[in-house]
């Protein structure tokens, strides 16, 4: 049976709940080889003295990596590591606008709501002038049948229609854009934050309330710096991956 290495955690400054926090760091064991596939990890006393917490907290922990199918337990002879998570089963965080236009275009989209907008809120960069001519969607992302993805956007009625209008809505909204060659993209920004999901997002992509999502928000502008789209995508925290090359100076 492997030993893990301890290391310093403090549960406290992480809103997240603990077994959360825990099942992040054990995929990450399991990723760097600490737990080694076929190998037997350390049982789950072993593990909530390790951690100082209770050991149903690790049970918690341990069963989101058995729904995963990374681990699994047998009666009378422990919990062992089944596989590693695949990089394939990874959602790529976009970092640049060819990132960002194929990120999302190999899921299966789902429109769950379509209306045209009252208004662009606060963050969004529209204002109330304007409103009236931007479109609200918001679609949700999957992999077979596991979320991954919830994303609103704000997009121009006109390029709505032009994109095929209601058509659209169940197809990726950044690779239509993209696709498209009268739609001229002159600028698009982009700011990555990382919190918790709220009941609302945690219902949506089926992990538990509090847990850790990427929170991706997206300005595109075409020309004369006039607004085209508004996109807030949320990522669950356990599929995704941020990859940016080192600049040197």
Known sequence: MTESVNPVLDFG???APIYIQLSTLFRRFIV???????QQI????????QFEVNPATIRKAIEILEQEGLVASYRRRGTFVKAKPSPADWIAVPTDWTMAATALAGLNVLCLVSHQARNVPAPFHGDSAESHSFHYTRRLYAREKLPAVVED????????RQLGGARSDGRALLTL?????????ERADESILFGIADREISALLAVPLNSPVAIVH???????DALLCEVKAYYRGDLLRISEPIRFA
């Not at 350390?42 to 909530?48: D, I």
């Not at 997206?218 to 004369?224: E, H, K, N, V």
């Open 13 to 15: 400054h992480n809103r």
């Open 42 to 49: 350390p049982t789950h006393e072993s593990l909530a003295a």
């Open 177 to 185: 854009l993209a696709s498209d060659p009268e739609i001229a993209i």
């Open 218 to 224: 997206q300005t595109i502008r075409g020309l004369s």
């Open 153 to 160: 956007s704000y997009l121009k009625t006109d390029l709505r």
């Open 32 to 38: 760097s080889g600490q737990w080694a596939v076929a």
